[in-house]
Every structure is written in structure tokens, then in C-alpha cells.
């Protein structure tokens, strides 16, 4: 018997914001989805129906049947869990599911962090304050690059041979911070890390679900 699905909503203000990484995901799956976009020149994301859906007013915020979910690693490990047996994440007592759980947080409080931290540190006048901040941050990255390097010089992907829900938000997040040269120049340096991102942008669903569109 085939599972049923509810209906899914995922709103977003742009293709490229971080609910591309649901859509990617569902694209993954084979799931279909309504994508709802806010305007924000309209501030539709601050109205009180869009509120009672995520206090903050941010997005991504998915519907599923009656359930409401806000913050985009939640979402996606929320749906591949729930569509488990489409195989975009480990079983619960698989052996992957340490080292996946470990690459899904990395992707959201290591990886995503780093744009956010940059953008702090741009608005600091120019000075011997910022060009600390600035190469404390740079060194943290090539931390976070070169523990990525160990990994994906032994397989293509994160958790071995079969793409998984952590490579979509892994993926997703490094493209975003390849985007400030700073960081792409010490990713560039990184071959097996370099060659996974250009790999992963080939990927049918990533194409579809414009998960790399920024510069589009
Ligand atoms: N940690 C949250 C961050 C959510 C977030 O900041 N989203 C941005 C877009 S990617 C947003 O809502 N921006 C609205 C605005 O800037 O007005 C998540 O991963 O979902």
C-alpha cells in the first residue's frame, strides 16, 4: 500500500532563500509541493496570518497536513524522517545516523553561521578590529573546510556513496558562503570539498528546485 501524503506548503520570499533546501529535498523524493511566496515590500511575511504561522515573520515555514514547521534544518530532517523510506536519511538505529545527525547541525549552526558572522563583521569600520574578527572567522572556515576535506576525500558523499539529507543542507549552506570570495578562495584550496559543490549543482533535483540560482 502507498503512504498517503497531506498536502505540503512551503512559503519562501525568494527561489534562492534557505527553503530551497526543502524544495530541493522533496524534489529529491519525488514529493510534490505548493510553493506560497510572501512579498516582503508588502511585509506579508509580518501579517498577523503569517505570524500566528512563525512569530519571528521568517522564512522558511512548511505546512503539512496540520502540522507547522519554522527554521529550514528543522524542515528538512523533519521530511526526510517522515519519508523515511525514500531514503534520504538514515534509519533511526542505522550506523550512518550518528555521523548524519553530526553533518545536519554542522550544516546549520557551523556552516550557515559563517555568512551571517561575515555580514556582521563587513559592517565594522575598516581597522585593526574588523581584520581580526575577520581572520579569527577566516581560520574557523578553513577548520570547517578541511574537516570537510578528511570526509569527502574518502567517498563522494557525506555519509558515503548515496546522497543524504545532510549533503542537501551542507551543500546549500557552502554555496551560500562560496559567495564572498574570502571563503571561496580557502574552499577552493580544499580539491574533494570543491569538486562535491560542483558535483552536487549537477544534480537534477539542485536544478530543478533552483537550490544554487543566486546568480540567475
Ligand atoms: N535559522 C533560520 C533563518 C531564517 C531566516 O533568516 N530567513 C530569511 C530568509 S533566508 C528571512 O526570513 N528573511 C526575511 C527578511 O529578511 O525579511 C532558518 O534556517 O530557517
Request: proline residues 6%; hydrophobic residues 40%.
Amino acid at each position: 500500500m502507498t503512504k498517503s501524503i497531506p498536502p505540503i506548503r512551503l512559503y519562501g520570499i525568494v527561489s534562492f532563500d534557505r527553503g530551497a533546501k526543502a524544495k530541493w529535498l522533496l524534489t529529491e523524493m519525488g514529493i510534490s509541493y505548493e510553493s506560497k511566496w510572501l512579498d516582503r515590500e508588502k511585509k506579508e511575511n509580518e501579517s498577523p496570518a503569517f505570524l500566528r504561522l512563525n512569530p519571528m515573520g521568517r522564512i522558511p515555514v512548511l505546512e503539512i497536513g496540520d502540522e507547522v514547521i519554522f527554521e529550514s534544518g528543522a524542515i528538512c530532517a523533519y521530511l526526510a524522517d517522515r519519508f523515511l523510506e525514500k531514503g534520504l536519511a538514515p534509519a533511526l538505529d542505522s550506523p550512518l545516523r550518528a555521523k548524519y545527525q553530526q553533518w545536519l547541525y554542522f550544516a546549520a549552526s557551523t556552516v550557515d553561521v559563517f555568512q551571517t558572522r561575515m555580514m556582521i563583521i563587513e559592517d565594522i569600520p575598516a581597522g585593526e578590529v574588523r581584520t581580526t574578527k575577520e581572520s579569527a572567522l577566516l581560520e574557523e572556515f578553513a577548520d570547517a573546510m578541511e574537516t570537510l576535506e578528511v570526509t569527502l576525500s574518502k567517498s563522494p558523499y557525506l555519509l558515503g556513496s548515496r546522497i543524504s539529507t545532510a549533503d542537501i543542507c551542507v551543500g546549500y549552506q557552502l554555496y551560500w558562503c562560496q559567495l564572498w570570495p574570502e571563503f571561496e578562495t580557502i574552499l577552493l584550496k580544499k580539491p574533494s570539498v570543491k569538486s562535491y559543490l560542483d558535483h552536487l549543482r549537477t544534480l537534477p533535483a539542485a536544478i530543478e528546485s533552483k537550490a544554487f540560482s543566486y546568480e540567475e
